[in-house]
Nanobody
Framework: QVQLVESGGGLVQAGGSLRLSCAAS????????MAWFRQAPGKEREFVAT????????YYADSVKGRFTISRDNAKNTAYLQMNNLKPEDTAVYYC?????????????????WGQGTQVTVSS
């Protein structure tokens, strides 16, 4: 079992930056692939970025590539999402998720563990 707690959301102007954190419980954090998804009102939950547990390989949605960076600190059991050059269309609830598979997963159905979400609002 893995419990995930997000933090770092808030209100920011377009062009600004935020860093989200996802603190995970458990002693085997490095074995889990971690990801960020987001869900805007009236829309489906969408993949943002993921980072593998062992290799640290990263993958991004095209909409955030070049602006967002996912990272992890296995010693702190924490994953991060650095968001730069934020746009109003980035406004959503951002969720941290984890899976124990050895391959890359970019669909929400592939993740067994979820945080409660943190709101990110970007004003124009």
């Amino acid at each position: 079992q893995v419990q995930l707690v997000e933090s770092g959301g808030g209100l920011v102007q377009a062009g600004g930056s935020l860093r989200l954190s996802c603190a995970a419980s458990g002693r085997t954090f490095s074995r889990y692939g971690m990801a960020w998804f987001r869900q805007a009102p009236g829309k489906e939950r969408e993949f943002v970025a993921t980072i593998q547990g062992s290799s640290g390989s990263t993958y991004y949605a095209d909409s955030v590539k070049g602006r967002f960076t996912i990272s992890r600190d296995n010693a702190k059991n924490t994953a991060y999402l650095q968001m730069n050059n934020l746009k109003p269309e980035d406004t959503a609830v951002y969720y941290c998720a984890a899976h124990a598979k050895s391959w890359v997963v970019t669909v929400h159905s592939g993740y067994a563990y979820w945080g409660q979400g943190t709101q990110v609002t970007v004003s124009s």
